[in-house]
């Protein structure tokens, strides 16, 4: 995606589901610094989506998403950070109900304040995607 991301700068790329971090084996490289390669480009940004069918699916919760969210932040702040429900998918690890709620969890956890919680939760999307202020 790097080169990519250099060679088209006018292109806006998204990268799915956070490039599926290993939370279920609680690593870390290359997963991390290949994220941090990416990000050093404006023009792409990153969903945190289906971060829960790459956690082990029956116990999962936010504190087991922290880690790899924490990094995703660090890097692309809330501005370059969208929310992805994943449905259907999302059934097999707990449903979409929990999905929303331990990202919900997850926002709280990590101090997002009402504007960066906004921008994640759709403010994000909304410019990545063109889409019109319904107001």
């Keep these: 995606m790097p080169l990519l991301a250099e060679r088209h700068p006018d292109l806006r790329l998204v990268i799915d589901h956070l490039a599926k971090p290993p939370i279920a084996e609680r690593g870390r490289e290359p997963w991390a610094g290949l994220l941090a390669r990416a990000a050093e480009h404006p023009n792409v940004h990153a969903k945190v989506s289906g971060l829960n069918t790459a956690a082990d699916w029956e116990t999962w919760t936010a504190a087991d998403l922290r880690p790899y969210a924490e990094h995703a932040f660090e890097l692309f702040g809330a501005g370059r950070l969208m929310f992805g429900g ?37 403010g994000t999307a909304a410019d990545v995607y063109r889409i019109p202020d319904p107001a």
């Design 86 to 122: 994943d449905w259907p998918i999302s059934v097999l690890a707990g449903g979409y109900r929990k999905v929303w709620d331990e990202t919900a969890n997850l926002l709280d956890d990590l101090g997002l304040d009402p504007a960066d919680r906004a921008r994640v939760l759709g």
